[in-house]
């Protein structure tokens, strides 16, 4: 019988802050744990962070640990939900943009989606690379050097990008693939 939970027992990280775009966290939430993956929020301080929804502030999500007491080898991916907000308070926080290179650096997927982009340049990951992004920010892309590709997902090693909430579905099966590829080959 076909395994229904590709991802059990591994365990996933969502970064974010106030103002993430509210579909572009609780969609691959949801996803990853019907996958079978344990999930995890972290951010810039423990409590409640707010989403976006539309022209106002959505709902809140518990935050289960502080950005700068994640140990990157408890978690078997990083996800960067987008929104306006939400990257340009993590980009300028210098323990985020840190484990984002970590993770890359050992070799784990990242997934940014919409705006999150920002914090994968602010990263020095996007030199070399075929992103996509959010329409607002295709410029920044370029300008960091990246190849900017017009498509619902992008996938480039570790680092898997999509342009905006109509391409989660593609983004969630994006990242559950590479997640059950990396366990496959080990």
């Not at 939430?29 to 106002?56: K, Y």
């Not at 929104?83 to 997927?109: E, H, S």
């Not at 994968?120 to 992004?133: F, N, Q, V, W, Y």
């Amino acid at each position: 019988m076909a395994n229904t939970e590709p991802l059990a027992s591994q365990r996933i990280l969502i970064m974010a802050t106030d103002g993430f775009e509210q579909s572009e966290l609780e969609v691959p939430l949801e996803r990853l744990q019907d996958a079978g993956a344990d999930v995890d929020i972290a951010s810039l301080q423990l409590g409640d962070i707010t989403g976006w929804d539309g022209d106002d502030w959505g709902d809140e999500i518990e935050v289960d640990l502080k950005i700068g007491d994640v140990k990157i080898d408890d978690y078997a991916a990083l996800v960067l939900p987008g929104g306006q907000i939400n990257p340009d308070l993590l980009r300028v926080d210098d323990a985020a943009v840190a484990l984002i290179r970590d993770f890359a650096a050992a070799g784990k997927p990242v997934a940014a989606i919409c705006h999150a982009p920002w914090l994968l340049i602010e990263a020095g990951l996007a030199r070399g690379k075929r992103l996509t992004s959010y329409k607002s920010i295709r410029t920044d892309v370029v300008n960091a050097g990246a190849d900017f590709v017009d498509e619902a997902v992008v996938v480039d090693g570790n680092i898997i990008t999509s342009r905006c909430p109509d391409d989660l579905p593609a983004f969630c099966d994006a990242i559950v693939a590479a997640l059950a590829e990396r366990r496959v080959e080990a």
